[in-house]
């Protein structure tokens, strides 16, 4: 089994910064494209940002130039700084990974349980 743990999210004012943290652990062999999914409320889930194994990088529009994704692979995890909050960013924030796992030798998609992101104006 694969988990992934989210950390960073928070209240915060419109214009401020918070960094999320996602960590995966269990039976990996490799991960591929992890990224970040948020969800507003009384909406659907949608894509933030993805960082594949060699750097590639996919934001929404409404997060470029705002929102840096960026991974560690030697220790399994990803990063988003956000930047220059606004209220309409207010959403629980998923973490994604593409996993390559020991036991099944399959490649899954994974989630974490969410973070819960809020930006008062």
């Known amino acids: 089994q694969v988990q992934l743990v989210e950390s960073g999210g928070g209240l915060v004012q419109a214009g401020g910064s918070l960094r999320l943290s996602c960590a995966a652990s269990g039976s990996i062999f490799s991960i591929n494209t992890m990224g970040w999914y948020r969800q507003p409320p009384g909406k659907q889930r949608e894509l933030v940002a993805t960082?594949?194994?060699?750097?590639?990088?996919n934001y929404a529009d409404s997060v470029k130039g705002r929102f840096t994704i960026s991974r560690d692979n030697a220790k399994n995890m990803v990063y988003l700084q956000m930047n220059g909050l606004k209220p309409e960013d207010t959403a629980v924030y998923y973490c994604?990974?593409?996993?390559?796992?020991?036991?099944?030798?399959?490649?899954?998609?994974?989630w974490g349980q969410g973070t819960q992101v809020t930006v008062s104006s």
């Open positions: 960082l594949g194994r060699g750097g590639v990088t």
């Open positions: 994604n990974a593409y996993v390559l796992t020991r036991a099944t030798t399959r490649w899954s998609d994974y």
